[in-house]
C-alpha cells in the first residue's frame, strides 16, 4: 500500500539490543545490514563522548541473515574509533554469508572475530 504523498516507509528490517556483561557491552544484531538501515547500526556502535570509559563491545551478527558493503564500512569505522577511544570491538557468531563476507574483504584480518558472545567478551 503506498501513502499519497509517496511510498510508505517500510519497517526497519533491523533491529539491534543491547546488553552488559562484566563493563563489556553486547550489541546484538538481527535482520539485515544494508544501506536502507545502517544508520540502526551506526547508532548503536557509536563511540560514547571522551568523558566516558574507551568503549568495549562485541557485536553478536549471529541473527544477521545478510549484510552489504555498508555494513563493512560501518564495523571498519565502529573498529577504528573504538581503538582511536582507547577500547576495541569483536565481531561474534557469525555464519553463512555474512561470515563468507567477512572473510572475503578481509574485516577478520582487521577486527578480532571469535565464533561465541562468550570468548570474544573473554579472550
Avoid at 54 to 67: C, E, Q, W
Avoid at 95 to 121: K, T
Wanted: proline share 6%.
Amino acid at each position: 500500500m503506498t501513502h499519497p504523498h509517496g511510498p510508505a516507509e517500510q519497517p526497519s528490517r533491523l533491529s539491534v539490543s543491547h546488553s552488559t556483561a562484566s563493563d563489556i557491552e553486547i550489541v546484538t544484531a538481527k535482520g539485515e545490514i544494508d544501506a536502507s538501515n545502517i544508520a540502526v547500526l551506526t547508532t548503536a556502535l557509536a563511540c560514547p563522548d571522551a568523558a566516558s570509559r574507551a568503549p568495549r563491545r562485541v557485536l553478536d551478527l549471529g541473527a544477521v541473515t545478510f549484510m552489504d558493503s555498508t555494513g563493512i564500512n560501518a564495523l571498519l569505522t565502529a573498529h577504528r574509533q573504538a581503538e582511536e577511544a582507547g577500547g576495541w570491538l569483536r565481531l561474534a557468531n557469525m555464519d553463512g554469508p555474512v561470515l563468507r563476507l567477512v572473510e572475503l574483504v578481509g574485516i577478520d584480518q582487521v577486527i578480532a572475530c571469535y565464533p561465541s558472545v562468550e570468548l570474544a567478551r573473554t579472550s
